[in-house]
């Protein structure tokens, strides 16, 4: 029987906010709940399971998504984010099922209030035009902002208190203020760059600090003083320029809200009676550090909440890429943190704190960091999820169920996706064999998993053996699939999950021995030089690209297009911009409108319009996409009675659609 390791006890040692005891040290960290309401601001059914889930999993302390609290002043369109205040007694009634059943597993749950969001608010506003001063929006500068009255203002702090009453009645244990962070409306007023207002809101430190004082205090006054307040609280806001954030470790001048100030707002925050501090870094100019993406280090916000720990006797809750227990342990033992957050990791496994608790690390399925099926997720109007876990955020009606009738399934490739439609076929109680060419499970994922900000990808594969071993799925490796072979297994079901190939280019000189592919040349760094040119610039061009002149490489990055890695709408924007601002940082060279023609003894052979050029370089390495290996398919899908192609074979795509359409069909096999 398995048992916590000795170094992780102090995760699960109890701790209290106010005077409400929580169970352990892990926290689900707030996230947007869209798709979990309805048009009345309550929690639907799926809201409800959702966190339940995360409850039944284990953790301490949920913190919802935010939460609205008046709809006249800065109108959302619905459904969006719930509003305790559109309906109070239908949102107390099925509110309350929620918080019970969350109660069943000892967890305790806050709901989160928000002030709305002023310039950084555009897709899921109606009226988009509020905020401390008149200004422009953070992503449409055409849109401008009005200032908000006092007399509104003061709306919004009895809102706050009425919304916080009606969370208290219905079973939740406190409310967390939305957000002296990220730059939201409330975080707007505390920052002198966004607030020029003259009124009692305005000025000083402490005039800017009004309004989330006096929302504490209201609602303290309205629900008791024993009534937990958290607050979501950014200790700095690393904005190097307007829409323009700072990267890790660069020198810049701070415009929003420096180390300084931030602490001395965590004094000001305390006295004012604010029981916790959930804290992080950023603001939406800098917006990659409030969602932080692969290209982070684990653990970023330490150093500065250890120094926010000094100056606080609160809780202070930390989150940013802290679910490794061993990380979280130390936080907590050298007192960086009382609290760990979590908020992508439990979408991704909701059983985390459990797993851990029983010494079960190897069977958490790891966040990717890829914010695909997340926040990347809904800036296209999707609902929440996980790019990893496709049950996510619809944890009942897209559960795996046991098969009526249990076949054999023959699986063909042992990428991701034909490791996802295994594992599932396996759940359901299929005998599933596996077959793969190479001598690892994988694919594509290989390779690309080798850079360190890929870490998480290579802990995927991992994870995919270990479960694979543990449902007795028959893995045969160096085993390409034939149509011969597949005839004589005579399985019920074949699955064909072949992958991609790379994109060769035909142009003289390409059998030049300076030549080679990304995935060649991410399995054996020696093979690059000094001076490189990467033909390609999308995700795997320029990631290949940032691995290499981290490791003091000379690199350039030639892409046909006028942009790279697609533009700033074909990935989640936070990745986009960090890895854009990264590449730069790291003195990569970025031609675009370029194409090449050709390889000489000297380079790359490139033309621009109607001039050509050579780019010297020792390495060159081709990077211009993927094409579907599908021959194995087309030689199969009028034999075999019950086929089906996944993954890259059918079409290529990112990890998230590998593993979403392979749950998808295995579900139903």
Not at 40 to 53: D, H, P, Q, R, S
Not at 255 to 264: N, P, T, V, Y
Request: some cysteine; proline content about 5%.
């Amino acid at each position: 029987m398995s048992k916590i390791n000795k170094k992780h006890e102090k995760l699960f040692e109890p701790i209290k906010i106010g005077k409400v005891q929580i169970k352990n040290r892990y926290c689900m960290a707030p996230m947007g709940p869209f798709g979990l309401c309805d048009d009345n601001g309550l929690f639907n059914e799926k809201g409800i399971e959702y966190y339940v889930a995360r409850a039944k999993g284990g953790t301490g302390l949920i913190i919802t998504g935010l939460c609205s609290v008046e709809t006249e002043i800065e109108e959302l369109r619905r459904p969006s984010i719930p509003c305790p205040s559109i309906n109070p007694a239908a949102f107390l009634s099925t509110s309350k099922n929620m918080t019970e059943r969350v109660h069943a597993y000892d967890s305790k749950i806050f709901l989160q209030l928000t002030a709305g969001f002023g310039r950084v608010g555009l897709l899921n506003l109606i009226k988009s035009n509020v905020a401390p001063s008149p200004v422009t929006n953070r992503w449409d500068p055409s849109v401008k902002h009005r200032e908000l009255t006092t007399e509104e203002v003061e709306t919004y702090v009895r809102k706050f208190a009425e919304a916080a009453a009606i969370a208290k009645a219905s079973g939740f244990d406190g409310v967390e203020i939305h957000a002296v962070h990220e730059g939201y409306l409330l975080d707007q007023f505390t920052i002198a760059l966004f607030n020029q207002r003259k009124d009692k809101y305005g000025g000083n430190l402490m005039n800017r600090l009004r309004f989330p004082i006096e929302i504490v205090q209201a609602i303290k006054k309205l629900c008791g003083e024993d009534f937990p307040v958290s607050l979501r609280y950014s200790i700095k806001s690393y904005i190097k320029g307007i829409r323009q954030g700072a990267l890790p470790g660069e020198e810049f001048k701070e415009l929003g809200r420096d180390i300084e100030e931030g602490l001395e707002v965590g004094k000001i925050l305390e006295e004012a009676g604010y029981d916790a501090l959930d804290a992080d870094a950023g603001c939406y100019d800098s917006w990659y550090w409030n969602h932080p993406p692969m290209y982070f280090e684990h653990g970023m916000y330490l150093p500065l909440t250890k120094k926010l720990k000094e100056a606080v006797k609160i809780p202070v809750i930390v989150a940013g890429r802290m679910d490794d227990p061993d990380l979280a342990s130390k936080a907590l033992e050298e007192g960086a943190a009382d609290m760990i957050g979590l908020g992508r990791p439990l979408l991704a496994d909701p059983e985390l704190p459990n797993k851990i608790r029983k010494g079960e690390m190897g069977k958490i399925r790891p966040c990717l960091s890829c914010h695909e099926g997340c926040l990347g997720r809904a800036a296209k109007g999707g609902d929440l999820s996980c790019a990893v876990n496709p049950a996510c955020g619809r944890e009942i009606e897209y559960a795996i169920k046991p098969a009526t009738i249990n076949k054999k399934v023959v699986i063909i490739g042992g990428g991701i996706a034909g490791m996802e439609a295994a594992r599932v076929c396996a759940i359901r109680g299929h005998n599933v064999h596996l077959y793969e060419k190479s001598g690892e499970l994988g694919g594509n994922v290989v390779p690309g998993s080798v850079p360190k900000f890929k870490n998480n990808d290579k802990a995927l594969i991992e994870w995919y053996g270990k479960e694979l071993k543990a449902l007795k799925v028959e893995v045969n490796l160096n085993t390409e699939g034939t149509k011969a072979m597949i005839i004589k297994l005579q399985a019920d079901t074949v699955v064909v999950a072949t992958g991609s190939n790379p994109i060769l280019l035909k142009i003289p000189g390409m059998e030049s021995k300076k030549v080679f592919e990304a995935n060649q040349v991410l399995l054996d760094e020696n093979k690059a030089g000094q001076n490189i040119v990467i033909i390609g610039g999308g995700l795997v061009g320029c990631e290949t690209a940032l691995w290499l002149a981290q490791k003091g490489k000379k690199v350039t990055v030639v892409e046909g297009l006028p942009v790279i890695l697609g533009g700033p709408h074909n990935m989640p924007f936070m990745n986009y911009e960090m890895l854009k601002d990264l590449l730069n940082y790291h003195k990569v060279e970025i031609i675009t409108d370029t194409f090449i023609t050709g390889v000489n003894e000297k380079g790359a052979i490139v033309k621009t319009k109607d001039v050509e050029r050579v780019l010297e370089a020792d390495t060159i390495i081709m990077a211009v996409g993927y094409q579907s290996e599908n021959k194995l398919y087309k030689e199969i899908k009028n034999v075999i009675g019950d086929v089906h192609i996944l993954g890259d074979a059918r079409k290529v795509n990112n990890i998230m659609y590998a593993i979403w359409d392979s749950y998808e069909v295995a579900r139903n096999i």
